[in-house]
């Protein structure tokens, strides 16, 4: 199956579980100029206006490797516009857990920034697009002749209604499990590849004294649905999982139950402050020896690195267990919100998070792979590497808390859901949250 493919049926979920049906598709390239008519009136298209004064850009990329990825995308811009002045308007938190409530508040009282972080596809489309918010970009990708450099299937995504609504920067892989290696060595482990062998592993790094797996879920219950969107591949497959989100499989069945008890097992072999921490605080600990790994999407390789660290060196990556051949997707994007008080410099920014030298620039920081089909790979490390692989050659499967798979509410929902069963972890009370959480997006009956 070729990526385009894989996008495709990405696309399609997108599509079906949104029920906007073959909307979307890209515009055709500018077609050949028709003759001028000498009597017709002058054009009302300006010219291309050159960006001035500032710029408010809105993102949650506060921590080690994202920061440090935005401010290379901001070098590129600053070196083609240096006339724009960019505010770096950042809500610490991550997976946008404080952001999005700004970003609302902003939004709402008619006070946007100039461009904005969102996930391509529901996150964007289900909230701020059908809200009317924002405006299409269409118009950027035919003017920099972007429907040939990314895949119809990315395009899709970021398609309603025959328009474009924002420009991806990248594709993160959520199904990873990083771990310390001199801790793995030195407790002669191998990394785990099923749930037996995590759970095993766990059982020797606890009789260590150290803890098998940092979580941090500080930041709300992000960072636990993270964790359980592996359990739930590694027990449904991809197939299956995929119809988690379009109501073809069933949210009652016995292996949502099962990834529930994997859940609250799992719970037995992390860390006891976890809900002081944030994900990077977690992954602070496996740099430190502290606890042996974590699962965490790719921003985590892009935070190992920010601290000196060099993957395969200190710190090694699996597939999280159980899921070696999936691949759970999602990607970061920003859009234009009607109203931005610098439409040019807006226009001028989502340029350069569309071009091959803004994603060059950012992706290999941050940890991510571009979304890009033309991307340098030798400006891309092993694991990068890897990971452009597993996308081109693995079942693609989009990711619920980073707002490729269901709507907002829904990854509220759920959300909820899991916030209780972190505390109570009652498996039957959660799979009933979770899917009442399906019914009441209307996706399951
Ligand atoms: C994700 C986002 C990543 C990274 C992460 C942690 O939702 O897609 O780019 O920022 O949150 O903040």
Known sequence: MSRDVRWLIIASLVVVALGVGACGAPAPPPTEEAPVVPTAPPPTEE?????????????????????????A????????????????????????????????????????????????????????????KMEPVTFIFEENNWLDVYPPGVIEVLSSGGDIWSVPVNIHRSNVLWYNKQVFEDNGLTAPTSLDEFFAAGDTLMAAGITPLALGDSGGAWVDLHVFESLLLAHLGPEADRGLWDGTTDWNGPEVTAALEDFARVMEYVNADH????????????????????IMGDWAEGYFKSVGLTP?????????????????????SFGLPKGAPNRDGAIAWLTVCGSKEGQDAF???????????????????VYLQSAMDDFASNEIVPSLPHGAAAS??????????????????????????????????????
């Open 363 to 381: 992706n290999p920081i941050k940890g991510s792979i571009p979304a890009r089909t033309d991307g340098d790979r030798s400006l891309y490390d």
């Open 47 to 71: 010219a291309p206006a050159v960006p001035t004064g500032s710029i408010e850009i809105f993102s949650w990329w506060t921590a080690g490797g994202e920061a440090e990825g935005l401010a």
């Open 275 to 294: 809900s002081a921490l944030s994900w990077d605080q977690a992954a602070q600990l496996v740099v430190d020896g502290d606890a042996a790994m974590t």
């Open 408 to 445: 907002e509410g829904w990854v509220t929902a759920a959300g909820d859901a899991m916030t209780l069963f972190v505390a109570d972890l009652d498996v039957a009370a959660a799979q009933t949250a979770m899917a009442q959480a399906c019914v009441d997006a209307g996706v399951c009956q």
């Open 312 to 332: 395969d060196v200190e710190f090694g990556y699996v597939p999280s267990p159980g899921t070696a051949g999936s691949f759970i997707m999602l990607s970061d």
């Open 73 to 132: 995308m901001y070098d590129v811009f600053a070196a083609r516009y240096p006339e724009v002045e960019i505010i770096n308007a950042t809500v610490a938190g991550g997976a946008g857990s404080e952001a999005k409530a700004v970003l609302a508040t902003r939004m709402q009282a008619g006070d946007p920034p100039d461009s904005f972080q969102v996930h391509a596809g529901h996150e964007l489309i289900d909230t701020w697009v059908v809200a009317d």
